[in-house]
């Protein structure tokens, strides 16, 4: 029987090749063929190689020449060569030993300088200590830090808000905490560079849109909506967002922000709004482009904003829905790992927000001066206004600019710059990190309007300017 099964086994395997097809037994054989040469072959050994005698050790070691850890950066960069201010930054600045009128920093409604913000600020320093050595979930939260964040939801007529202690970080940990990989996120051109941050570190397929083109964003909205049709399976799992600032701080345009919400319910969006320099700033109560516009705060998904303009203090905020503003309690970076506001920043900026319900006059009066300052500026020689006459920060361009580099036009206006600070006007260029923008602005200076500011130091500061560009501009 043995016998017998060793036979049946051989015939079997003898019809199994002349039945399998040509092909695989060619396979089959290379395979057999590439064994057998790994077999045979020689091994690899990691000692059989030649070492470097010293003398050539020493050679490669003197011709090696390490690469810079950072790019030679000029002796005459803005950045090196800054200006010192002595004191407060309030209406009255002493710069470089000079005292000027303040036309520079974004102190809009005068409260970096009140008796009532600096007293809640001492009284909150004497009670809790200068800072608070932890994040908001290890000891870090004071109970300071809950009743402005019920104040700043109460102000902006939402359900929660939740406190940042930098602003800058507030947008840019906002907008990886909700936008993944996969998902589609359209932002404006214009976009400021926290914007810019938070997109990339959300990882998130980016598509912008020319600076407040509604067209131009509704074209990409209805791509992407093609785009979903022809693969459903992914457009379930894939969200849409429309990433906007409500001020431009690069332009002083205000977005079109009821266009905006059309589009969204059209094309299914989510709707991240950035109030930095539109909060405190427009709309009758200073709640920003929402209430400048009359649209209903449940439009908006996300709204978020710093407190270090229009406040006077520092970090920022975000708010909207509770399930929303809850999510980044967990997944804001700047929130879960920073150290949280200091206690007397925070009372502080109660305080502002007093002062700003008790003196709702304030706002006009600010956009009185803005709009007083936008017309004062018109026709100045050699210089173009940018920005919307409410804005209380606007740009002024070269409206010419003369053949040459970057940092030429950026010489030219610092003269301008340098001609009016000797005559008691404190102004400064708008800054940026050229290498990095997406979308790198003209040079600009830029001029900040507050309420402080008298119609009379307005005019002269219109005037000094006028006086600059006659004399230095070509």
């Given at each position: 029987?043995?016998?017998?099964?060793?036979?049946?086994?051989?015939?079997?395997?003898?019809?199994?090749?002349?039945?399998?097809?040509?092909y695989h037994l060619f396979l089959e054989g290379l395979l057999v063929l590439w064994i057998v040469r790994l077999l045979l072959s020689k091994t690899y050994r990691l000692h059989d190689r030649s070492d470097l005698t010293l003398k050539e050790k020493e050679e490669l070691i003197e011709e090696w020449?390490?690469?810079?850890?950072?790019?030679?950066?000029?002796?005459?960069?803005?950045?090196?060569?800054?200006?010192?201010?002595?004191?407060?930054?309030?209406?009255?600045?002493?710069?470089?030993?000079?005292?000027?009128?303040?036309?520079?920093?974004?102190?809009?409604?005068?409260?970096?300088?009140?008796?009532?913000?600096?007293?809640?600020?001492?009284?909150?320093?004497?009670?809790?200590?200068?800072?608070?050595?932890?994040?908001?979930?290890?000891?870090?939260?004071?109970?300071?830090?809950?009743?402005?964040?019920?104040?700043?939801?109460?102000?902006?007529?939402?359900?929660?808000?939740?406190?940042?202690?930098?602003?800058?970080a507030t947008v840019a940990s906002a907008i990886p905490a909700y936008a993944k990989r996969g998902d589609v996120v359209f932002v404006d051109a214009a976009a400021c560079f926290a914007i810019q941050k938070g997109l990339q570190a959300s990882r998130s397929q980016v598509r912008v849109f020319r600076?407040?083109?509604?067209?131009?964003?509704?074209?990409?909205?209805?791509?992407?909506?093609?785009?979903?049709?022809?693969?459903?399976?992914?457009?379930?799992?894939?969200?849409?967002?429309?990433?906007?600032?409500?001020?431009?701080?690069?332009?002083?345009?205000?977005?079109?922000?009821?266009?905006?919400?059309?589009?969204?319910?059209?094309?299914?969006?989510?709707?991240?709004?950035?109030?930095?320099?539109?909060?405190?700033?427009?709309?009758?109560?200073?709640?920003?482009?929402?209430?400048?516009?009359?649209?209903?705060?449940?439009?908006?998904?996300?709204?978020?904003?710093?407190?270090?303009?229009?406040?006077?203090?520092?970090?920022?905020?975000?708010?909207?829905?509770?399930?929303?503003?809850?999510?980044?309690?967990?997944?804001?970076?700047?929130?879960?790992?920073?150290?949280?506001?200091?206690?007397?920043?925070?009372?502080?900026?109660?305080?502002?927000?007093?002062?700003?319900?008790?003196?709702?006059?304030?706002?006009?009066?600010?956009?009185?001066?803005?709009?007083?300052?936008?017309?004062?500026?018109?026709?100045?020689?050699?210089?173009?206004?940018?920005?919307e006459p409410c804005s209380p920060a606007l740009h002024l361009q070269l409206a010419r600019p003369a053949a040459g580099a970057r940092r030429d036009h950026v010489r030219i206006l610092q003269r301008l710059v340098d001609y009016c600070l000797e005559r008691g006007i404190a102004l400064t260029q708008?800054?940026?990190?050229?290498?990095?923008?997406?979308?790198?602005?003209?040079?600009?200076?830029?001029?900040?309007?507050?309420?402080?500011?008298?119609?009379?130091?307005?005019?002269?500061?219109?005037?000094?300017?006028?006086?600059?560009?006659?004399?230095?501009?070509?």
């Open positions: 029987m043995a016998v017998g099964g060793e036979q049946w086994v051989l015939v079997e395997m003898v019809q199994a090749l002349y039945e399998a097809p040509a020449q390490p690469e810079p850890l950072v790019p030679p950066v000029s002796p005459d960069h803005p950045a090196l060569n800054y200006s010192v201010v002595s004191g407060p930054p309030s209406h009255e600045v002493v710069v470089n030993g000079k005292r000027c009128i303040n036309f520079a920093s974004f102190n809009f409604l005068g409260l970096l300088d009140n008796s009532r913000v600096k007293a809640a600020a001492l009284k909150s320093l004497e009670k809790y200590g200068v800072g608070t050595c932890g994040p908001r979930g290890f000891y870090g939260t004071f109970d300071v830090h809950l009743e402005l964040e019920e104040r700043l939801a109460a102000f902006m007529g939402t359900e929660e808000a939740l406190l940042y202690s930098y602003g800058f600076h407040n083109d509604v067209a131009h964003l509704e074209q990409l909205l209805r791509q992407q909506e093609d785009e979903d049709l022809k693969n459903p399976r992914k457009a379930r799992v894939t969200r849409r967002f429309i990433v906007v600032e409500g001020l431009y701080v690069n332009t002083g345009a205000v977005c079109p922000l009821p266009d905006l919400v059309r589009l969204k319910y059209r094309y299914k969006a989510r709707i991240f709004l950035e109030e930095s320099l539109s909060f405190g700033v427009l709309g009758e109560h200073g709640r920003g482009v929402t209430e400048h516009f009359g649209i209903n705060i449940e439009d908006i998904d996300l709204i978020s904003a710093n407190m270090e303009n229009a406040l006077a203090s520092v970090g920022g905020f975000c708010c909207g829905r509770s399930f929303v503003v809850d999510h980044q309690r967990l997944s804001g970076q700047g929130y879960c790992f920073s150290a949280s506001l200091p206690p007397l920043l925070a009372a502080a900026a109660i305080e502002a927000l007093n002062v700003m319900e008790d003196d709702p006059g304030l706002f006009q009066v600010l956009r009185k001066k803005c709009e007083q300052m936008h017309r004062a500026l018109q026709g100045t020689p050699g210089l173009a206004v940018v920005g708008a800054r940026y990190l050229d290498k990095e923008e997406k979308h790198l602005p003209p040079p600009s200076i830029r001029v900040s309007v507050s309420v402080e500011q008298t119609e009379a130091e307005l005019e002269r500061a219109a005037l000094t300017l006028r006086r600059a560009a006659e004399t230095l501009l070509p």
